[in-house]
């Protein structure tokens, strides 16, 4: 049971890591635009590189 | 898609042109030469994939670009940058664009692809849901108006828009609302891991040192959750108690306060209970069910805000017109009545003005609620913050800035807004009262169970403020009257006055006003009689001829009611108060009133005439030295829809009545064909007023619905009054509802949702007494802990904001 006294405090400088990684991706807009992302990821864009070398 | 139809924009095809682009290996047909530059910029450019992703088709982009381009290069001025670019460091620069033309998610991509390949552009990134965008270039390395122009080599369209506006803050307030929820949801999780293990171990299973170890654990994470997430309610009850007076926060900060103290003195003394979990769960339900309140209503009043965003912020001043037309691009706050600008199809007409030259269609939905674009030809009005449609417009400004008709409607809807409703004041009086009570119960609360079991004491003292919180009671009406303020004017009904959904909602008796309202309110060309060698067509033209530069009613109806082309006649000569005369191939012709004709040729009205005379309308001769040629009636046309919405009020229930000053013969008229019965007619406006005034006392909520000057008091007499749009403005500003579209239609249907408004109010001030009627006992014996008070109450709140969603017309789209 010991290993609880490390155990506890760890958590809790967890949530606040957690915390600052939440607050990063508020601050970053992640959460301003929920539809545009989802329909963003199936757009293929690897062919174009293929087209235009160099670009 | 067929070979006929545009692969670009999917119109169709015509047989004349051959535009064609290779597409995807194949050559495809294109509409018109805009098209197929669009088409060639996207596939040049490698960006062909956008119509293999693409689920709906653009719009077309009409307009040849050399035109558009031209006005961009003003965009690279610092002056006019000043609104909606931002330096971000010396040479970085990001701008805030809205982009017009996005219909689908492939736009998106196509669009951030696209510009993120121009030169100098660090990013650009484009949000889906409001069609805005926001782009970051390196000054040195490129300009703003290439940037734009390679926007509108795509098809689409891009203005700059002002960030420092309402939606930024609302934007704001969502970010941190949705910081507050986090912090509390996960401080409550958390706190719940510590909590649990505490309820679930036996006598003797723990330590002491660790079940103190876990209770410091859960105060260093309850802090940031009362400390942060809670401030609200501790700033609001606050501000009451130095107003001294109780508002919805104190009991939530009572609760909250208490309880997070006694925890923490149980920490530290190492004794008693703690209700840390209690405590940061009550705070998240609050907080979550605060966040979706806000994010409906956010939505909304995205209605007024829509409209305030409709004037552009640049116009195309004509410099010398009508000599040489030297086109300058200008900000609109320059402009000055008596300039003359140029509207481009597809540009938003910024100021309100005259047509001088052009004929188009514009699209006033947004303004008045009527879907279907109104024809302007020159000498029409145009009303600024609608939609050119077809073709370029000359349009001379009448009226600028905030004398606008759509800074009054703005400025109307804003004076509603800053009202508070009579409702709204009695369910916050009626709330404050509760409150009161409910501090009193809470303490005598306190006190019986001190002697009955003073280890419950806390908690269940803590339930009982916050269980009985009256959220839903005071949001129960306000969030009701927004949504329907809302859902009023998108069917083309502006409410000018808080009380009105209500009082229009409870209305008894509609009066109706005559001339204007129910009829078009200016003359229309009725009926034709032929006397002499010509038809019809022939004698409406000759007589439209005479009179076609007279500003006089009758003669803008003879206007209207000639088809193709007048024939042009000589020495045209206006007598006042008689007509005017004229030379047409040799022979003096005379329209105007009959005896005036008369004198021309000393010839009696046939027999036939009479029974054209006897109806009451106003006639209108035409003839030469020779005797008579045609005999005009005129008269007031009942406007289409008036009766169609007579039927619909009466099967509401509700009791009609004309009030007019016009004759009881055409007042009688008019009642029998849209089926009214109640008729006064021949009214002064005083006999108006004291005719509403009789009603009244006889327990009547008269809606009255009129239009002209002498409306206004008889308006301002009748519990709730409707102006209509094209009214004069004296009416307008006394009304309580504003009816933009002219449309009575819409009155009806406003009517209807009025009364839904109403109804719907009524259910959740029942819901809200209900809850608190059934909450208050169970929590007052101790059978609710504090996080199902707050769960409870949060749940009461956002179910009242929810039904009253459902006054929200569907979206379009």
């Given at each position: 049971?010991?290993i609880?006294?490390?155990?506890?405090?760890?958590?809790?400088?967890?949530?606040?890591?957690?915390?600052?990684?939440?607050?990063?991706?508020l601050?970053s807009?992640?959460y301003?635009?929920?539809?545009?992302?989802?329909?963003?990821?199936?757009?293929?864009?690897?062919?174009?590189?293929?087209?235009?070398?160099?670009? | 898609?067929?070979?006929?139809?545009?692969?670009h924009?999917?119109?169709?095809?015509?047989?004349?042109?051959?535009?064609?682009?290779?597409?995807?290996?194949?050559?495809?047909?294109?509409c018109?030469g805009?098209?197929?530059?669009?088409a060639?910029?996207?596939?040049?450019?490698?960006?062909?994939?956008?119509?293999?992703?693409?689920?709906?088709?653009p719009?077309?982009?009409?307009e040849a670009?050399p035109?558009?381009?031209?006005?961009?290069?003003?965009?690279?001025?610092?002056d006019?940058?000043?609104?909606?670019?931002r330096?971000?460091?010396?040479h970085?620069?990001e701008?805030s664009?809205?982009?017009?033309?996005?219909?689908?998610a492939?736009?998106?991509?196509?669009?951030?692809?696209h510009?993120?390949?121009?030169?100098?552009?660090?990013?650009?990134?484009?949000?889906?849901?409001?069609h805005?965008?926001?782009?970051?270039?390196?000054e040195?390395r490129?300009?703003?108006?290439?940037?734009?122009?390679?926007?509108a080599?795509?098809?689409?369209?891009?203005?700059?828009?002002?960030?420092?506006?309402?939606?930024?803050?609302?934007?704001?307030?969502?970010?941190?609302?949705?910081?507050?929820?986090?912090?509390?949801?996960?401080?409550m999780m958390?706190?719940?891991?510590?909590?649990?293990p505490t309820?679930l171990?036996?006598?003797?299973?723990?330590?002491?040192?660790?079940?103190?170890?876990?209770?410091?654990?859960?105060?260093?994470?309850?802090?940031?959750v009362?400390?942060?997430?809670?401030a609200?309610?501790?700033?609001?009850?606050?501000?009451?108690?130095?107003?001294?007076?109780?508002?919805?926060?104190?009991?939530?900060?009572?609760?909250?306060?208490?309880?997070?103290?006694?925890s923490?003195?149980?920490t530290?003394?190492?004794?008693?209970?703690?209700?840390?979990?209690?405590?940061?769960?009550?705070?998240?339900?609050?907080?979550?069910?605060r966040?979706?309140?806000?994010?409906?209503?956010?939505?909304?009043?995205?209605?007024t805000?829509?409209?305030?965003k409709?004037?552009?912020?640049?116009?195309?001043?004509?410099?010398?017109?009508?000599?040489?037309?030297?086109?300058?691009?200008?900000?609109?706050?320059?402009?000055?009545?008596g300039d003359?600008?140029?509207?481009?199809?597809?540009?938003?007409?910024p100021v309100?003005?005259?047509?001088?030259e052009?004929?188009?269609?514009?699209?006033?939905?947004?303004?008045?609620g009527?879907?279907?674009?109104?024809?302007?030809?020159?000498?029409?009005a145009?009303?600024?913050?609608?939609?050119?449609?077809?073709?370029?417009l000359?349009?001379?400004?009448?009226?600028?800035g905030?004398?606008?008709?759509?800074?009054?409607?703005?400025?109307?809807?804003?004076?509603?807004?800053?009202?508070?409703?009579?409702?709204?004041?009695?369910?916050?009086?009626?709330?404050?009262?509760?409150?009161?009570?409910?501090?009193?119960?809470?303490?005598?609360?306190?006190?019986?169970?001190w002697?009955?079991?003073?280890?419950?004491?806390?908690?269940?003292?803590?339930?009982?403020?916050?269980?009985?919180?009256?959220?839903?009671?005071?949001?129960?009406?306000?969030?009701?009257?927004?949504?329907?303020?809302?859902?009023?004017?998108?069917?083309?009904?502006?409410?000018?006055?808080?009380?009105?959904?209500?009082?229009?909602?409870?209305?008894?008796?509609?009066?109706?006003?005559?001339?204007?309202?129910?009829?078009?309110?200016?003359?229309?060309?009725?009926?034709v009689?032929?006397?002499?060698?010509?038809d019809?067509?022939?004698?409406?033209?000759?007589?439209?001829?005479?009179?076609?530069a007279?500003e006089?009613p009758?003669?803008?109806?003879?206007?209207e009611?000639?088809?193709?082309?007048v024939?042009?006649?000589?020495?045209?000569?206006?007598?006042?108060?008689?007509?005017?005369?004229?030379?047409?191939e040799g022979?003096?012709?005379?329209?105007?009133?009959?005896?005036?004709v008369?004198?021309?040729?000393?010839?009696?009205?046939?027999?036939?005439?009479?029974?054209?005379?006897?109806?009451?309308?106003?006639?209108?001769?035409?003839?030469?030295e020779?005797?008579?040629?045609?005999?005009?009636?005129?008269?007031d046309?009942?406007?289409?829809?008036?009766?169609?919405m007579?039927?619909d009020?009466r099967?509401?229930g509700?009791?009609l009545?004309?009030l007019?000053?016009d004759?009881?013969?055409?007042a009688?008229?008019?009642?029998?064909?849209?089926?009214?019965?109640?008729?006064?007619?021949?009214?002064?406006?005083?006999?108006?007023?004291?005719?509403?005034?009789?009603?009244?006392?006889?327990?009547?909520?008269?809606?009255?619905?009129?239009?002209?000057v002498?409306?206004?008091?008889?308006?301002?007499?009748?519990?709730?009054?409707?102006?209509?749009?094209?009214?004069?403005?004296?009416?307008?500003?006394q009304?309580?509802?504003?009816?933009?579209?002219d449309?009575l239609?819409?009155?009806a249907?406003?009517?209807?949702v009025?009364?839904?408004?109403?109804w719907?109010i009524?259910?959740?001030?029942?819901?809200?007494?209900v809850?608190?009627?059934?909450?208050?006992?169970?929590?007052?014996?101790?059978?609710?802990?504090?996080?199902?008070?707050?769960?409870?109450m949060?749940?009461?709140?956002?179910l009242?904001?929810?039904?009253?969603?459902?006054?929200?017309?569907?979206?379009?789209?």
């Amino acid at each position: 049971m010991e290993i609880l006294y490390l155990l506890i405090p760890l958590s809790v400088v967890l949530v606040f890591f957690i915390g600052i990684a939440f607050w990063w991706s508020l601050r970053s807009g992640q959460y301003d635009d929920l539809e545009g992302p989802g329909h963003r990821v199936l757009m293929d864009d690897d062919k174009v590189r293929e087209k235009k070398p160099g670009k | 898609m067929s070979q006929d139809s545009c692969y670009h924009c999917g119109l169709p095809v015509p047989d004349t042109v051959n535009f064609l682009v290779e597409i995807d290996g194949a050559p495809r047909r294109m509409c018109c030469g805009g098209c197929a530059a669009v088409a060639k910029a996207i596939v040049d450019n490698g960006l062909g994939d956008y119509y293999r992703n693409r689920d709906a088709l653009p719009d077309s982009p009409r307009e040849a670009l050399p035109a558009v381009l031209d006005s961009l290069a003003l965009y690279d001025h610092a002056d006019f940058q000043k609104s909606f670019v931002r330096a971000l460091s010396e040479h970085e620069r990001e701008a805030s664009l809205i982009i017009e033309g996005i219909t689908c998610a492939a736009c998106i991509w196509l669009i951030e692809q696209h510009v993120a390949r121009q030169p100098g552009v660090v990013g650009a990134e484009v949000n889906f849901s409001t069609h805005r965008a926001r782009v970051r270039w390196d000054e040195r390395r490129g300009k703003l108006s290439d940037i734009l122009a390679a926007i509108a080599a795509i098809g689409y369209r891009a203005y700059p828009y002002d960030t420092a506006r309402s939606e930024e803050l609302a934007r704001e307030e969502r970010r941190s609302a949705l910081w507050r929820v986090f912090v509390a949801g996960f401080g409550m999780m958390q706190v719940m891991m510590y909590a649990v293990p505490t309820y679930l171990a036996g006598e003797g299973d723990m330590t002491l040192g660790i079940e103190s170890l876990m209770r410091w654990a859960s105060l260093v994470l309850t802090l940031p959750v009362v400390g942060y997430s809670a401030a609200p309610f501790f700033r609001g009850a606050w501000r009451d108690f130095g107003q001294r007076r109780v508002g919805m926060d104190v009991p939530v900060a009572l609760g909250v306060g208490a309880a997070f103290l006694a925890s923490v003195w149980a920490t530290l003394t190492a004794s008693g209970e703690v209700y840390f979990d209690s405590v940061t769960m009550f705070i998240f339900f609050l907080l979550g069910g605060r966040y979706l309140e806000m994010t409906a209503r956010q939505r909304a009043v995205s209605v007024t805000e829509a409209l305030s965003k409709l004037m552009p912020a640049f116009a195309a001043r004509v410099a010398a017109y009508p000599a040489e037309r030297v086109l300058a691009q200008v900000s609109v706050a320059d402009l000055h009545p008596g300039d003359v600008v140029l509207v481009r199809p597809g540009e938003t007409i910024p100021v309100d003005g005259v047509v001088l030259e052009g004929n188009s269609a514009t699209n006033e939905a947004l303004l008045t609620g009527e879907s279907a674009p109104v024809v302007k030809a020159p000498g029409a009005a145009v009303i600024g913050g609608s939609v050119n449609v077809d073709s370029p417009l000359y349009v001379r400004v009448e009226q600028v800035g905030e004398s606008t008709r759509l800074a009054a409607i703005v400025g109307l809807m804003e004076r509603a807004s800053l009202e508070r409703p009579r409702l709204v004041q009695f369910a916050d009086r009626v709330a404050a009262r509760f409150i009161q009570a409910l501090l009193l119960v809470a303490a005598l609360v306190a006190v019986a169970w001190w002697f009955i079991d003073p280890a419950r004491v806390l908690w269940i003292t803590v339930s009982v403020l916050v269980v009985t919180c009256p959220c839903a009671l005071s949001l129960a009406t306000p969030v009701v009257l927004t949504i329907a303020t809302g859902a009023l004017a998108r069917a083309g009904l502006l409410v000018t006055r808080s009380h009105a959904v209500e009082t229009l909602a409870r209305a008894t008796h509609f009066v109706f006003d005559k001339t204007g309202t129910l009829t078009y309110g200016r003359p229309e060309l009725l009926d034709v009689l032929t006397l002499g060698e010509f038809d019809v067509a022939t004698c409406t033209a000759l007589a439209a001829g005479i009179e076609h530069a007279s500003e006089h009613p009758l003669g803008v109806a003879l206007r209207e009611a000639a088809e193709g082309a007048v024939p042009a006649v000589r020495d045209v000569v206006n007598t006042p108060g008689c007509g005017m005369q004229a030379l047409f191939e040799g022979r003096t012709l005379r329209v105007g009133r009959l005896g005036w004709v008369e004198e021309l040729h000393r010839q009696m009205l046939p027999e036939s005439a009479h029974a054209l005379l006897a109806g009451g309308d106003t006639v209108v001769g035409l003839g030469d030295e020779a005797g008579w040629l045609a005999l005009f009636r005129f008269g007031d046309r009942i406007r289409p829809e008036a009766a169609m919405m007579v039927s619909d009020l009466r099967a509401a229930g509700l009791r009609l009545a004309l009030l007019t000053g016009d004759a009881e013969v055409v007042a009688a008229g008019v009642a029998q064909a849209l089926g009214i019965d109640e008729v006064r007619a021949e009214a002064t406006p005083q006999s108006k007023h004291a005719y509403v005034e009789s009603l009244q006392k006889q327990g009547a909520v008269v809606a009255m619905v009129g239009d002209g000057v002498n409306d206004a008091p008889v308006l301002a007499r009748a519990q709730v009054s409707v102006a209509m749009g094209g009214g004069s403005q004296l009416a307008r500003t006394q009304a309580d509802l504003v009816l933009l579209s002219d449309n009575l239609e819409h009155l009806a249907r406003g009517y209807h949702v009025a009364r839904r408004s109403l109804w719907v109010i009524r259910q959740n001030l029942a819901w809200a007494f209900v809850y608190n009627v059934v909450a208050l006992p169970l929590a007052m014996l101790g059978f609710v802990t504090p996080w199902m008070a707050g769960l409870g109450m949060s749940a009461s709140s956002l179910l009242v904001v929810l039904n009253s969603l459902r006054l929200q017309p569907r979206e379009r789209r």
